[in-house]
């Protein structure tokens, strides 16, 4: 039975990893002031974020419509889906709703939505992992349960590059943002059992922020030796290979990865931000 990876555009890869994989990506569309982007491999993720900067109001995104999927679905092939949280975006029910459009109206085969409950590098992994054991000619159903033990227990963290984004939509007053500017706090963020982003603590100055994920790595995960650590940065590839190197001085994971962060993940993150989950 061939099968097939299906993620949306906040599943960030390198390279290597879209030729490695192979997974049809839909992309969401990006709005700064009246420009729209889609979040594609075409997308100058440069120019964006220099748009969203210059910009005054918060960038907004917009989840693929369920015709998005549905022609992502097309083909002979059993399908893997890979979504962000759906507590933070529509994606996921669009996913779901494809699914059902195209099982009654085109083919009723196989397809399955996993709800990350979070975003970037953890989509990433989890998509990783399938295409594992897909290799590993697991049937669909072993698969569907190999990969929620997975992501249950995953952790994922990170550790925002500014807090502009987050005055610009209103999750912080712009004199909590002032204050976090002047006294250079960095919040380091996690994704909860629901998927809703917590506050893991905030941090003086981004050195110390830095050495806190380090830790916290050590603090929350075990059995790394059968783990993969990945990385996403935006913008930030030197600090995010000093993060890989530090890591291996104290974890022996399997494997490290590294991404930069697509157009969705760039926006929310702001340059300078790190991602990691394992």
């Given at each position: 039975m061939k099968m097939k990876v299906v993620a949306d555009s906040s599943c960030d890869l390198n390279e290597s990893l879209?030729?490695?994989l192979n997974i049809t990506r839909v992309p969401l569309r990006l709005y700064v002031d009246d420009e729209e982007f889609i979040d594609d491999d075409n997308l100058d993720v440069s120019d964006l974020?220099?748009?969203?900067?210059?910009?005054?109001?918060?960038?907004?995104?917009?989840?693929?419509?369920?015709?998005?999927?549905m022609n992502a679905y097309m083909g002979d092939e059993s399908v893997f889906v890979v979504t962000m949280t759906s507590r933070l975006s529509g994606t996921y029910n669009s996913a779901v709703m494809a699914k059902e459009i195209f099982c009654e109206e085109v083919k009723n085969k196989f397809i399955h939505i996993f709800d990350t409950k979070g975003a970037s590098i953890k989509e990433t992994l989890v998509s990783i992992k399938i295409s594992e054991l897909i290799k590993?000619?697991?049937?669909?159903?072993?698969?569907?349960?190999?990969?929620?033990?997975?992501?249950?227990e995953m952790k994922f963290y990170f550790n925002l590059g500014s807090v502009d984004t987050l005055v610009k939509n209103g999750r912080i007053s712009k004199l909590k943002g002032m204050i976090a500017s002047v006294l250079n706090i960095k919040p380091i963020l996690t994704g909860d059992e629901e998927g809703e982003i917590?506050?893991?603590e905030n941090v003086r100055s981004e050195k110390k922020a830095f050495r806190r994920m380090i830790e916290l790595i050590g603090e929350s995960g075990s059995k790394f030796e059968d783990k993969i650590l990945g990385i996403a940065h935006c913008n930030a590839k030197e600090l995010a290979e000093k993060f890989k190197d530090e890591a291996m001085k104290l974890y022996n994971f399997k494997d490290v990865i590294i991404v930069p962060t697509g157009g969705l993940s760039s926006i929310y993150t702001n340059e300078g931000g790190i991602l990691i989950a394992f």
């Open positions: 879209k030729k490695e974020m220099a748009k969203v900067r210059k910009s005054s109001k918060v960038a907004r995104s917009a989840c693929p419509s369920p015709k998005d999927f590993q000619n697991y049937d669909e159903m072993k698969i569907v349960e190999k990969v929620n033990e997975y992501m249950n917590q506050l893991v």
